[in-house]
């Protein structure tokens, strides 16, 4: 015959612990997603160099990194480690972390970043599931992008604020689909 109440007891302790674990890893999991949600707001020195290839085809190198870090260039410098020690994985040198908008700003002011597109380029926008041809006005750095103001062809319609993600080149694969 079973032992009714052992059994019992036995579960409830394990359903105990399980619960007491799904709220360890639950809490951890939050933690873990704040860092990384924090962590977006700054960028390590392989990231700036990966940018600058990127914007400018042009490489630069750990030296120049560190020199603009140590004249106060990048902003406040933290050690990924120690304000992100859930996400940090890699062994080996410290890495540092400059905040985004201060790089941002600094290689804008340097000439180093600019924008794709120039005033009066023509790109592609998506707009209400539709692509229109439109002739951007203007292009301006907030905090770690650039929003264009562009003036829709078709309409004339001024449009402001596009995050330059939501721009295709007219060469673009995917500017080729029918325009209204």
Same mark, same amino acid.
């Not at 003036?151 to 007219?170: C, F, H, N």
């Given at each position: 015959? =079973?032992? @009714?109440? /052992?059994?019992? !007891? $036995?579960? $409830?302790?394990?359903?105990?612990? !399980? ?9 951890? $999991? ?14 390590? %020195?392989?990231?700036? /160099?990966?940018?600058?290839? !990127? ?32 996400? #940090?994985? =890699?062994?080996?040198? =410290?890495?540092?972390? @400059? ?8 290689? @804008?002011? =340097?000439?180093?970043? #600019?924008? !794709? @597109? ?9 707009? $209400? ?14 905090? *770690? ?8 062809? %078709?309409?004339? +319609?001024?449009? %402001?604020?596009?995050?330059?993600? *939501?721009? /295709?080149?007219? +060469?673009?694969?995917? %500017? ?5």
């Amino acid at each position: 015959m =079973k032992d @009714y109440d /052992l059994l019992i !007891a $036995r579960l $409830r302790r394990q359903i105990a612990e !399980a619960t007491e674990q799904l709220k360890q890893l639950e809490a951890e $999991r939050a933690a873990y997603e704040e860092q990384r949600r924090r962590r977006s707001a700054y960028l390590s %020195s392989r990231e700036i /160099l990966d940018l600058l290839a !990127a914007r400018h085809g042009r490489m630069g190198s750990m030296a120049t990194i560190k020199r603009w870090a140590d004249e106060g260039h990048l902003g406040a410098v933290i050690d990924e480690r120690e304000a992100f020690p859930l996400l #940090t994985g =890699k062994q080996g040198n =410290k890495r540092f972390l @400059y905040p985004r908008e201060d790089v941002f700003r600094f290689l @804008y002011e =340097k000439g180093l970043l #600019t924008p !794709a @597109y120039d005033v009066l380029d023509r790109v592609r926008i998506t707009r $209400r599931t539709q692509q229109e041809w439109a002739v951007v006005i203007s292009a301006e750095l907030a905090v *770690d992008r650039f929003l264009y103001t562009v003036q829709v062809e %078709s309409s004339g +319609e001024v449009v %402001s604020r596009i995050p330059e993600a *939501d721009l /295709l080149p007219p +060469e673009h694969p995917a %500017s080729r689909l029918p325009v209204s």
